[in-house]
């Protein structure tokens, strides 16, 4: 099978100026690289996947951070620069860092069995590098292009990309 694409948490919670959690204008810039790859990638008979963090008005994740992307509020969207793609893809509500928690996202890939996994969003520190050890403890092999990735803080994005790749033992692209 070809490849499949895991893009995390494009969503207006984190990428829009008024978004909870902003990752800030740097990470907008990420945006149009997503949107180019995915198109690559869906070319080549990729499937598609979107992650959504989505959570209920109590969840405890917010004893750490803020509510955000409460379960059918505008934040739990994805982008509008994104959402056309989001069209084509299987959606995966998430309610932690990782994808595979409680999801059905680890059956949805064992049925494709693809020959590699490319994982692209934010926060590359929180739920890419989550997602990220969830695929390489599945043993997938996953592709991770630096240019396609965000987070708040500049310094643990780049811990995250070194942990990703040394650590991991995924491959870091783009950089």
Request: hydrophobic content about 40%; overall charge negative.
């Amino acid at each position: 099978m070809a490849n499949a694409v895991i893009v995390v948490d494009m969503q207006n919670g984190f990428m829009r100026p008024d978004g909870t959690l902003y990752c800030g204008d740097h990470a907008r810039e990420i945006i149009p690289r997503i949107a180019a790859r995915v198109e690559r990638e869906k070319a080549a008979g990729a499937a598609l996947f979107f992650t959504q963090d989505s959570h209920t008005a109590d969840d405890r994740e917010f004893e750490m951070f803020p509510p955000h992307c409460i379960e059918g509020s505008e934040e739990e969207h994805i982008i509008d620069e994104l959402a056309p793609l989001a069209q084509d893809a299987q959606i995966v509500k998430k309610r932690r860092y990782s994808a595979f928690f409680e999801t059905e996202l680890a059956a949805m890939l064992d049925e494709l069995a693809p020959d590699k996994v490319v994982v692209m969003g934010d926060c590359t520190d929180i739920c890419v590098l989550h997602t990220v050890s969830g695929l390489r403890n599945r043993d997938y092999p996953v592709e991770v292009p630096a240019d396609c990735v965000a987070s708040f803080d500049p310094q643990q994005h780049e811990w995250a990309l070194g942990h990703i790749e040394k650590i991991l033992g995924a491959q870091v692209t783009n950089r």
